[in-house]
């Protein structure tokens, strides 16, 4: 009966409960942050043949939430705290002085859980400048095959059905972009229709694709959510790291030549290192945080995607704006029995890359066509029919830097993007802005646009638009560099091309806080990349005792 069934599963769902971490064991990896990265690592090194004693630690709970599997319920998600750290950087000159917020994922999957769900792998000259940067073995040829690697399924079969996303395939057509069938395998301008992480109608998150309960179930394995780790434990002449302390007093040690994996992300990671006496002397020391080992480039060469927002008000009423509770209901109704329609699609289906600024060698500027628009990103959609091109500089020259506000493990870093610092950021928005307009005035759109309602055809000056740019630009979600990989000449270098901390032996970072430089798209599927990769290179270490030398 009934209740039996229901016995069944409780004791079904009891017997798949993953082993917590314990303090009263050594492990031969720890694994910091279960999210893209961390799956990824904690799935690759329990595997066999080598397979090592690992540990998992995640500060957020499990992916529990219905709407994480919803692909369209990063609505739902992003700025709950529940499962979003709920970043803000400090007021930024370069945004008239605006702190905007800056969404992560603090959850089983990490930002993975709560993402657009785009796919993109970037340009191969992405890589091939890592390793030019001096971090050999970093190239396209050397990355591409951890990319196919990749256990998170993707597809570009969620084509939109609705006017104004043929429409705007058509537009780039126009002017001189061809349709392109795969983003992913192209180098060159042209448009087409997003790899999403979706299969059957859900979300493909990093946990879902590489912690399933078969995974979760291994022996090997220890996994504890809700757990918040302080900082790292080291031995008697700080030059090892031995273990992590967590928030309740408790140390969860290594084996002897074990290694401590930091997978925490862009912002965590750093600051897990600060606050365990790694990077700028003079910073911890202003913090009252004992010193272990001064590297001054922890928290610098922080990048991300700046994008600008141009919306136009059109004719047609088929996109996401002014849905009523019937149309709700029926988009509701089509999930729940097909997963298929608006709830099953990605926060952009269509996508263009283009080359505009003449500093360029290749696509700078990814365009996200999304039948919607709204006053300010992530409230609450306009009324009235729009869709909005979100202008996206894909390799700004402008970083910033990520320090601690103070030594209370707890507290939320600074974090100071320094957005549009560099005067070439500031001319690259205003082309944007300019190429989105001509844009939405191809033929293509001609019978659909009614009125640019954002910035407004008035805001017309090189000066009016960056001012524009400057009070509404906002993220796309993709912070990272903070850590960077480069070679020892690099005195800002932070981790070596193994990914292993200058300096300190038993630690290594693994996610997307190594780029150098940011990559041409979304991150996601980089930092998976990055992942096995780094499994890869940890597996074929067999601990061996080896600390790169600190940077001269």
């Known amino acids: ?69 919803i692909p369209a319920g990063y609505f739902k998600t992003i700025h709950n705290p529940a499962v979003d750290w709920c970043y803000k950087t400090d007021k930024d000159p370069g945004l008239n002085n605006r702190s905007i917020a800056w969404p992560r994922g603090k959850v089983m999957g990490g930002s993975s859980s709560i993402n657009g769900l785009i796919y993109m792998v970037g340009h191969p000259e992405d890589y091939n400048t890592w390793e030019k940067l001096g971090n050999p073995g970093w190239g396209y040829e050397d990355t591409i095959t951890y990319f196919a690697r990749s256990m998170v399924t993707s597809t570009d079969k969620y084509p939109p059905r609705d006017t104004l996303g043929k429409a705007c395939i058509q537009a780039a057509e126009e002017l001189g972009l061809p349709f392109t069938p795969r983003f992913n395998t192209s180098r060159n301008p042209g448009c087409g229709y997003f790899m999403v992480t979706v299969a059957d109608g859900k979300r493909v998150s990093a946990a879902k694709a590489y912690l399933t309960p078969d995974v979760q179930q291994r022996k090997n394995l220890s996994i504890s959510t809700d757990t ?33 994996l930091l997978a925490a992300g862009a912002i965590n990671s750093p600051q897990i290192m600060m606050l365990s006496g790694i990077g700028p002397g003079d910073h911890l020391d202003e913090m009252g945080i004992k010193v272990t080992h001064n590297l001054k480039g922890v928290g610098s ?70 039948p919607l628009s709204m006053e300010v990103f992530g409230k609450g959609l306009d009324s009235y029919p729009a869709f909005t091109l979100s202008l996206q500089q894909l390799r700004p020259y ?38 989105g307009r001509k844009f939405a005035q191809t033929k293509a759109f001609q019978p659909y646009v009614t009125e640019e309602a954002r910035p407004g055809a008035n805001i017309d000056s090189d000066e009016a638009i960056l001012n524009w740019v400057r009070d509404t630009a906002t993220t796309i979600f993709h912070p990272c560099g903070t850590t960077k990989m480069g070679p020892a000449t690099d005195d800002m270098a932070v981790v070596d091309p193994e990914l292993k901390v200058y300096g300190v032996a038993g630690l290594r970072v693994c996610d997307a806080s190594i780029m150098p430089n940011v990559t041409s798209g979304n991150t996601n599927a980089p930092v998976i990349m990055i992942a096995e990769k780094a499994a890869d290179m940890i597996r074929g270490d067999n601990y061996e005792d080896r600390t790169p030398n600190s940077p001269q």
């Not at 002449?237 to 967590?246: E, W």
């Open 1 to 69: 009966g009934i209740a039996g069934t229901m016995l069944r599963t409780t004791l079904r769902n009891a017997a798949k409960a993953a082993q917590a971490v314990s303090p009263a064991k050594f492990y031969d990896n720890i694994i910091v942050g279960a999210g893209t990265a961390g799956c990824v690592l904690a799935n690759r090194l329990t595997t066999p043949p080598n397979p090592r004693d690992v540990a998992l630690i995640e500060y957020g709970g499990k992916d529990s939430n219905p709407w994480i599997h």
């Open 228 to 260: 918040f780790v302080e900082r790292l434990i080291f031995n008697d002449d700080n030059s090892r790291v031995i273990g992590v302390k967590l928030g309740d007093g408790k140390d969860i040690l290594l084996k002897p030549g074990g290694e401590v």
């Open 301 to 370: 060469n922080l990048q991300d995607h700046l994008q600008s927002r141009v919306v136009f008000k059109t004719s047609v009423s088929d996109g996401l704006n002014g849905l009523t509770w019937l149309k709700k209901i029926r988009i509701g109704l089509e999930y729940m029995t097909k997963k298929t329609g608006v709830l099953a699609m990605a926060a952009s289906q269509v996508g263009v890359f283009e080359q505009i600024y003449k500093h360029s060698t290749y696509p700078d500027l990814q365009l996200c066509f999304q």
């Open 398 to 435: 402008s970083s910033g830097w990520l320090r601690l506000k103070s030594p209370n493990p707890k507290d939320h870093p600074s974090l100071q993007p320094n957005y549009l610092s560099d005067v070439r950021d500031q001319e690259f928005h205003i082309e944007a802005v300019r190429w």
